[in-house]
C-alpha cells in the first residue's frame, strides 16, 4: 500500500481479554517499529524488527506483551491478559534505512481502551 | 542511555507570532537528532532531521532546528506561525552506531496557535 496500515483503528476491551493489533508496513521496507502513545507520555519504544535479525524487544514492558513479524512484512502486536494501564494508541512505524539515518513512516494508529 | 525531554508540555502562542519549542537530549554517544509532527487525529510525520553538517537545519512549512552540541540541544523555531501549525511536536534521536536504529522520543509538545 502506499503508506502503514493499521488496523483496528479502535478497540475497545474488557480487562483480561487478549488482544492483537495489526501493521502493515509499506513495502519494501525492512525495518518496522512498535511504539505506546500515552497521554502525558509521550511515544514509548515496544520492539524493533530489522530483516531477518533478530527483534529488539527491550522496550515491550511485561511479558503480556509479544509480537511477531511474519515473512519480513506484516507484524502483530499481541497483548494477553489485558490491563487499564494498556489503554493507550499503539503506533506502528516502517523505515527501509533502519531508521539510523532514515525517516519512519507511521501508521495512525490503534486505540485500545481496556474496560 | 539515551533519553530526549522536551522542557514545554504546551505552548500557546498568537498567529503570526515566533515560536520555539525546546528539546534537550542526553547521549554518551553521537546521535542523529529528528523533530516530527502528530496532526490532531492524524499519525506522524517527518519535520527535520540532523545528521551532519550544517548544525541549521530546514524543514517543511518553514520550521528550523539548530544543533548545539555543547548544550545537547536542538530546539525548533518558527518566525511566524499559522493556526495550521497547531499539532504536537516531538522531538527524537536515534544513535549513530548500530544500537538497533530506533528512535527515542520525547514527550512532546502541544504547540496552540490562536487567531
Known amino acids: 500500500g502506499a503508506g502503514v496500515s493499521q488496523s483496528p483503528s479502535n478497540k475497545v476491551t474488557e480487562k483480561g481479554k487478549d488482544v492483537e493489533l495489526r501493521c502493515d508496513p509499506i513495502?519494501?521496507?525492512?525495518?518496522l517499529y512498535w511504539y505506546r502513545q500515552s497521554l502525558g507520555q509521550g511515544l514509548e519504544f515496544l520492539i524493533y524488527?530489522?530483516?531477518?535479525?533478530?527483534?529488539?524487544k527491550s522496550g515491550l514492558p511485561s511479558d503480556r506483551f509479544s509480537a511477531e513479524r511474519t515473512g519480513g512484512s506484516v507484524s502483530t502486536l499481541t497483548i494477553q491478559r489485558t490491563q487499564q494501564e494498556d489503554s493507550a494508541v499503539y503506533l506502528c512505524?516502517?523505515?527501509?534505512?533502519?531508521?539510523?539515518?532514515?525517516?519512519?513512516?507511521f501508521g495512525e494508529g490503534s486505540r485500545l481502551t481496556v474496560l | 542511555a539515551q533519553s530526549v525531554t522536551q522542557l514545554d508540555s504546551q505552548v500557546p502562542v498568537f498567529e503570526e507570532a515566533p515560536v520555539e519549542l525546546r528539546c534537550n537530549y542526553s547521549s554518551s554517544v553521537s546521535v542523529y537528532l529528528f523533530w516530527y509532527v502528530q496532526y490532531p487525529n492524524q499519525g506522524l510525520q517527518l519535520l527535520l532531521k540532523y545528521l551532519s553538517g550544517s548544525t541549521l537545519v530546514k524543514g517543511i512549512n518553514g520550521f528550523e532546528a539548530e544543533f548545539n552540541k555543547s548544550q545537547t540541544s536542538f530546539h525548533l523555531r518558527k518566525p511566524s506561525v499559522h493556526i495550521s501549525d497547531t499539532a504536537e511536536y516531538f522531538c527524537a534521536v536515534s544513535l549513530i552506531y548500530n544500537q538497533g536504529g530506533k528512535l527515542i522520543f520525547g514527550q512532546g509538545t502541544e504547540l496552540s496557535v490562536k487567531p
Open positions: 513495502s519494501g521496507h525492512t525495518a
Open positions: 524488527f530489522q530483516g531477518n535479525s533478530a527483534p529488539d
Open positions: 512505524a516502517s523505515s527501509s534505512l533502519a531508521g539510523r539515518t532514515g525517516e519512519l513512516f
